[in-house]
């Protein structure tokens, strides 16, 4: 029997609502074709609404505010073709189907739109009405099924993390998934906030070891001796999440093999593994035992950073921002299409999806609408090169002489390099040394000269 699992919160998404008349969203500067495609779609009870847009930006403005199934835009739509607002609903609204029709039927539009993810590309004038409405109707299904298929995934039968609108993602999700129900070790690899953690949580729930606990280690920061002892009792008849193993000192690295080597009898737990960096890659210059390194990598999936599944930052943003609305009582409910644009353009290299989820909720405190706007971002997220010299020049005291504000301003941008590779690395001192260029103690040994025993 499916169980469903405990996600991420953010990520479960709600129930679909009571179903209501299909919406088509014409797009054309000729406002006599949108009243002809009313007349030839508004023919009775429970037929589709249909809603008229002139140009580009009236068609957004009408889906940040209603609930649209299917979008039919002429190609040519004067400043803004057809093309590129099929671009930003597929980035904004990737759930939405898009038809482009056009009065010049050029084969390369037809090509392109279809490339672009286009349901279908019809040409006018329309020469077969029963055609033309069969198609956006099909439209309609298609839309409605993937919508009924959302809402079964979110209620009951699979975890919502284990969906996404990227390709290789659900690749790499199906894959653990198959992983989940097997006893192999499993060991996920990727940036940091790109859901490691929370991935692994989902695989326990999928096992045969759900009934039992789910236990986190730092392995980085362990000593043989815990490692020891959690492999053996932290979690009985569970699941072990051992977090960073790429920073495992050669001490920890030996405690491990000799239980899962040489006393896999003593294991009392189903054993997942998550690192930044793949182990493969630390065996040829010794900072990783092989042997050790298969015996965690039953399956090997490394996740991508979320600028690498950039289709999915809409409908991760909208749900950061549900969870965000629930947890503090607001009422912001919809995000505006340039605030959209800007989060699918932006670079998540440093947090990735926390980052992302972070951005939300502070956005979500500070407006002051039930729409979210690029206004509520915060400040530093929307900085130019400009913006941070100008932030630099701020750290320079003039009313020091020079020896010492270079000094001063130097140490606040040492204190702030270090803490925010700390922040990055979650606290990992071997792998913040390693970005840094640095060994371990010399990283060490800045880290206590510029932080202080609060800020580490």
């Given at each position: 029997?499916?169980r469903?699992?405990?996600?991420?919160p953010?990520l479960?998404?709600r129930?679909?609502a009571?179903?209501?008349?299909?919406s088509v969203?014409?797009?054309?500067?000729?406002d006599r074709?949108?009243?002809a495609?009313?007349?030839?779609?508004e023919?009775?009870?429970?037929?589709?609404?249909?809603?008229?847009?002139?140009?580009?930006?009236?068609?957004?403005?009408?889906m940040a505010?209603?609930p649209v199934?299917?979008?039919?835009?002429d190609?040519?739509?004067?400043a803004?073709?057809?093309?590129?607002l099929l671009?930003?609903i597929k980035?904004?609204h990737?759930?939405?189907?898009?038809?482009?029709m056009s009065g010049?039927?050029?084969?390369?539009?037809?090509?392109r739109?279809?490339k672009?993810?286009a349901?279908?590309?019809?040409?006018?004038?329309?020469?077969d009405?029963?055609d033309?409405?069969?198609?956006?109707?099909?439209?309609i299904d298609?839309k409605?099924?993937?919508?009924?298929?959302?809402a079964?995934h979110?209620?009951?039968?699979?975890p919502s993390?284990?969906h996404?609108?990227?390709a290789r993602?659900?690749?790499l999700?199906?894959q653990v998934?198959?992983?989940?129900?097997?006893?192999?070790?499993?060991l996920?690899?990727g940036p940091?906030g790109?859901?490691?953690?929370?991935?692994?949580?989902?695989?326990?729930?999928?096992?045969?070891?759900?009934?039992?606990?789910?236990?986190?280690?730092?392995?980085a920061?362990?000593?043989?001796?815990?490692?020891?002892?959690?492999?053996t009792g932290?979690?009985?008849?569970?699941?072990?999440?051992?977090e960073?193993?790429?920073?495992l000192a050669?001490?920890?690295?030996?405690?491990?093999?000799?239980?899962?080597?040489?006393?896999p009898e003593?294991?009392t737990c189903?054993l997942?593994s998550?690192?930044?960096?793949s182990?493969?890659?630390l065996?040829?210059?010794?900072?990783?035992?092989?042997?050790l390194?298969?015996?965690?990598?039953?399956?090997?999936v490394?996740?991508?950073?979320l600028n690498e599944?950039?289709?999915?930052v809409?409908?991760l943003?909208h749900?950061?921002?549900?969870r965000?609305?629930?947890?503090a009582?607001?009422?912001v409910?919809?995000v505006d299409?340039?605030l959209m644009?800007?989060?699918?353009?932006?670079?998540w290299?440093d947090?990735?999806?926390?980052?992302?989820?972070?951005?939300?909720?502070q956005?979500?405190?500070?407006c002051?609408?039930d729409?979210?706007?690029?206004?509520?971002?915060?400040?530093?997220?929307k900085?130019?090169?400009?913006d941070?010299?100008?932030?630099?020049?701020?750290l320079v005291?003039?009313?020091r002489?020079w020896k010492?504000?270079?000094?001063?301003?130097?140490?606040?941008?040492?204190?702030?390099?270090?803490?925010g590779?700390?922040e990055r690395?979650?606290?990992?001192?071997?792998?913040?040394?390693?970005?840094a260029?640095?060994?371990?103690?010399?990283?060490?040994?800045?880290v206590?000269?510029y932080l202080?025993?609060?800020?580490?």
């Open positions: 029997m499916s469903r699992i405990d996600t991420h953010a479960v998404r129930p679909a009571v179903a209501r008349p299909a969203l014409v797009v054309d500067e000729d074709i949108i009243k495609w009313r007349v030839m779609l023919v009775g009870d429970g037929s589709p609404a249909v809603l008229g847009a002139l140009d580009a930006d009236r068609a957004r403005r009408l505010e209603h199934d299917v979008v039919v835009a190609v040519r739509l004067g803004t073709s057809g093309l590129d671009a930003h980035r904004s990737p759930a939405v189907e898009v038809i482009i010049h039927g050029r084969f390369d539009d037809a090509v739109a279809t672009a993810g349901f279908d590309y019809i040409t006018k004038p329309f020469v009405i029963g033309v409405v069969a198609r956006v109707h099909k439209a298609r409605r099924l993937n919508d009924q298929n959302e079964l979110a209620n009951d039968e699979a993390i284990f996404s609108r990227d993602m659900r690749r999700l199906d998934q198959r992983a989940a129900v097997s006893e192999r070790t499993l996920l690899v940091v790109v859901g490691k953690t929370t991935l692994a949580r989902a695989a326990h729930d999928l096992s045969k070891h759900a009934a039992g606990p789910f236990v986190t280690l730092n392995a920061e362990s000593s043989p001796e815990l490692l020891r002892s959690a492999l932290a979690a009985p008849g569970g699941t072990l999440c051992l960073q193993v790429d920073g050669k001490a920890g690295q030996a405690a491990l093999h000799d239980v899962l080597e040489h006393q003593r294991l189903r997942i998550t690192a930044h960096t182990p493969a890659y065996i040829d210059n010794g900072q990783f035992r092989e042997d390194y298969w015996l965690l990598n039953g399956v090997e490394e996740l991508p950073p599944r950039r289709a999915d809409p409908h943003a749900a950061f921002l549900r965000a609305c629930d947890e009582g607001l009422g409910r919809s299409p340039a644009d800007f989060l699918v353009a932006h670079d290299r947090g990735n999806l926390r980052a992302l989820e972070r951005a939300m909720a956005a979500a405190l500070t002051s609408d729409t979210l706007t690029l206004d509520a971002l915060p400040a530093r997220m900085e130019g090169p400009d941070v010299a100008m932030r630099l020049g701020e005291d003039l009313d002489p010492d504000a270079i000094s001063q301003a130097e140490h606040v941008i040492r204190a702030t390099y270090l803490r590779l700390l690395a979650e606290g990992n001192m071997t792998r913040a040394a390693e970005w260029g640095l060994d371990r103690s010399n990283f060490r040994r800045h206590k000269k202080n025993e609060e800020e580490r």
